[in-house]
């Protein structure tokens, strides 16, 4: 079995599973178990490098934009008040809070994306919900504070 064999099977046995909305078609990615905030959900890779965002990508370097692998990632939804989080030096999804076993992994799009192909209305309906969102580059200095970012998008949040 190749590595890649083997991030495919952990991560659908094991860590995380696809869900599908069976009225909008939507996907979603769950937790098939407990964990705890800092563990690492799993490793990931770069599929493919876009020199733009899509909406399927996380931003990596100024014209590095990856899609991620393995594919279910890209089921990762947003959310205003997420647990997990896109470590893109490290190449690993890891929790930010606990995850029970069955929640969905959620993260928060501006932390991997400085502009974002599309922006949207987020539904989240979180407290936390920031309505717009855009990419990091539009966030308020009060909404930079509550979130991790990137290595990259801290550096572009510095500059």
């Not at 869900?19 to 939507?26: A, K, M, N, V």
């Not at 705890?36 to 599929?47: G, N, P, T």
């Amino acid at each position: 079995m190749s590595s890649i064999e083997a991030l495919i099977d952990i991560d659908q046995t094991e860590s995380a599973e696809i869900r599908i909305d069976p009225i909008t078609g939507s996907r979603s990615l769950f937790s098939r178990k407990f964990f705890q905030k800092d563990e690492v959900i799993m490793d990931f890779l770069a599929k493919s490098v876009q020199p733009t965002p899509t909406y399927l990508t996380v931003q990596v370097g100024e014209s590095e934009h990856i899609e991620l692998f393995p594919d279910c990632l890209a089921c990762a939804n947003h959310s205003c008040d997420p647990n997990c989080f896109f470590d893109t030096t490290r190449m690993q999804f890891v929790c930010i809070k606990d995850v029970a076993e069955g929640e969905e992994f959620t993260f928060f799009y501006p932390s991997a994306e400085w502009d974002m192909d599309q922006p949207f209305d987020c539904t989240c309906g979180s407290e936390e919900c920031i309505g717009l969102i855009k990419g990091a580059k539009y966030l308020s200095v009060a909404s930079i504070r509550k979130y991790r970012f990137t290595d990259f998008i801290q550096m572009k949040l510095k500059g």
